[in-house]
Each structure stands twice: as C-alpha cells, then as structure tokens.
C-alpha cells in the first residue's frame, strides 16, 4: 500500500509502505476521503510549526473517512464493510490529566500525523490505517465521505464554541473565515447567536462564512472596516479568533464588550496581544485546544442531517496529485476544504 509522507517543507513524496498488523482491538480502514489541514500546510509550507519540527518523515493526515476492511478477534460490534469517521486523537487513558477527565491534555496522547512526539505518530494520508476500534464513529447511509472527513474540524469548532460559553442571545466575532472559521460560524448559528459577523481579507472565503450563516462579512483589508463596533468600548461579546493574525486579533479585541469573552483557535505562535484592552474591559481569554467526546458529537450531528458542510467542501484530488492538492490547498484565493482521495 502507498503512503504520503512529509520529509521537509514541500517535499511531498508517495511511498510504499509496509500494512500494519490489526491487533484484538484494532481494525483496519480503507481511506476514502483524508482532509488537507492548516496544521499539515504548515509542515509542508515550513516544515513545521513553532517548537514542532519534522525530524523524520512523516505520513501527515488526521482528517479521515473510510471503509472498515479488517477487525480484531476482541472487536465486536463492527462489520466489514462499515463506513467510518476515524477520531485521529488516542489519549493514554491513565496520566494525571487522563484520570482527572481532561483527555485533550493526555501528556502520552497519540494524535495521527503529528511531530509532536518522536518517533513521530504516523498519520492517516495511506490507503489502509489501523487503529483502535473505539476511534472509529459510523456514518449514516446519506453521509457522503466528504462530510464525514471533516468531523474532525466540526469537533474542532464544537470545542471552540464550547470554550466561549453558551451562545445564545449572543453578539459574535469570528475573526478569520477559512474552514475553521466558518465552521465557527455555522457552530455558533446553530447555538443561537443573535449577530455573527465574520472578517477575513479575502473575499472568497467571506463567501463560505456567509453560506455558514454569518449575518454580515466584513473585508479587513481597509484599515477602518470594524470602526463602527469600536465606539462605546465594543460591540462583540464573543470573539472566536480563528486567524492567528496578530493584526486580526488587535482589531477584534478593540471590538469586544467589557466583560466579553476571546477564545483563541489554533496556536497563533507568539503574538503581542493589547494586555491594555483586556485589562481595562475585563475580557477573558481563552484558548482551546483540539476536542474530546466533540468528536463523538461532530459525527452524530453530521449523521441527523443538522448542519450542513457540503458547501465547504471545494476539492478533491487523487493521492497521487498530492503536491497539486497542497497547492490547491495553499490558494486561499481558490480553496476551502482540499481532499485526497484514496479509492
Ligand atoms: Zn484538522
Ligand atoms: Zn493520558
């Protein structure tokens, strides 16, 4: 079987590797739909992200959908031919942050297709990937791959969301409106916001977060575009800053209500905030880190039929187009949601 790995920035290259063996609890999966995500664009465009560099090859991928093919004599409940979302997040189950429930802080957590640990943990762009049986999620008959692929994201943007507190009645902020932006947006939506306005400097993704259900979008790239939620010490009593724009985030904090809520998605790397502004409207910052039983969730809101992430889906190329796909992905005049297909 073929897998795609990383070796350094833009240096993408399919290799055949050896199947993994389905241990008791295992099962395998053809990969159908695998996503393109901002972390792994970050490993192909700089080989890395912050403190996080490749140091070996690595299979990128943790967006994934597919076919049960194998399971393991221990594995009830699963048959052959199943349609699966994979969580790509193992958590160790008995470290300190495990014990105390607080699985997305496992100090041993496995996460598919990340240089975090070394070796690193081989991820999911490959025709067959093994894994735990609890990390498999069925889909419903009508869930196509490609949504079914992007439950890791959704799950994402579930946790974010879940981080602001609730929502409803709620005046919000997205700052950044690709796909995890606009997810944040479809998220907050659907948990009753009353005003989501979304910026970004790029017009094509404005359109997806108005298609998410932004009530207005905002082009950033005019220096004085928020100025009208600035007055009266803000407007926003949430933003969900999903950029990692340190321009985007000065911006959207001169927005926000005393009192107000900042969630920060995604690492954003070391940024100067204006300590000022939260200090003297009293904002909270908070961050968010990945998901936990929000995978669970994602899957089972996909399956009912409640949201609906068609629309961010805009490619799918073979895995053998793999340095096309990524520069398709890298086009964000172009893209949203990249895939590799696998079948
Ligand atoms: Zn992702
Ligand atoms: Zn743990």
Redesign the pocket.
């Known amino acids: 079987m073929q897998g795609v790995f990383i070796k350094a920035a833009r240096d993408l290259v399919i290799e055949d590797i050896p199947a993994v063996a389905v241990g008791a609890r295992d099962v395998a999966i053809a990969v159908t739909r695998a996503?393109i995500?901002?972390?792994?664009l970050h490993y192909f465009l700089h080989g890395g992200f912050g403190a996080i560099r490749l140091r070996e090859p690595l299979i990128l991928g943790?967006?994934i959908a597919g076919v049960v093919t194998e399971a393991g004599r221990e594995v009830s409940g699963v048959a052959v031919g199943t349609r699966v979302a994979v969580n790509p997040t193992t958590p160790c189950g008995h470290c300190k942050y495990c014990r105390e429930g607080l699985r997305r802080h496992c100090l041993e957590v496995r996460f598919l297709g990340s240089a975090m640990r070394f070796p690193h943990v081989q991820g999911g762009f490959r025709e067959v990937l093994t894994t735990r049986a609890e990390n498999i999620f069925p889909l419903a008959p009508d869930l196509t791959f490609e949504e079914a692929a992007m439950a890791?994201?959704l799950a994402?943007c579930l946790h974010a969301c879940a981080r602001a507190g609730s929502l409803l009645g709620k005046r919000v902020l997205v700052t950044g409106s690709g796909p995890i932006g606009a997810l944040c947006v479809l998220v907050a939506r659907h948990a009753g916001a009353l005003e989501i306005v979304a910026t970004d400097v790029n017009p094509f993704a404005l359109g997806f977060a108005a298609r998410m259900g932004a009530h207005e979008t905002i082009d950033t790239s005019d220096a004085g575009a928020l100025d009208r939620f600035t007055s009266e010490k803000g407007h926003f009593d949430v933003l969900i800053e999903a950029s990692g724009n340190e321009k985007a985030i000065r911006q959207g904090l001169e927005c926000v209500r005393p009192c107000g809520v900042f969630v920060q998605v995604g690492l954003g790397g070391d940024i100067s905030v204006p300590l000022s502004t939260l200090v003297s409207r009293e904002i909270e910052i908070r961050g968010t880190f990945r998901f936990d039983a929000e995978f669970k969730m994602a899957v089972d809101i996909l399956n009912s039929g409640a949201l609906d992430l068609k629309p961010l889906h805009t490619h799918t190329f073979p895995h053998r187009s793999v340095m096309e796909a990524f520069e398709k992905a890298a086009d964000k005049s172009s893209s949203m949601k990249v895939q590799l297909s696998f079948a």
């Open positions: 996503g995500c901002g972390s792994d943790h967006e890791e994201p994402v």
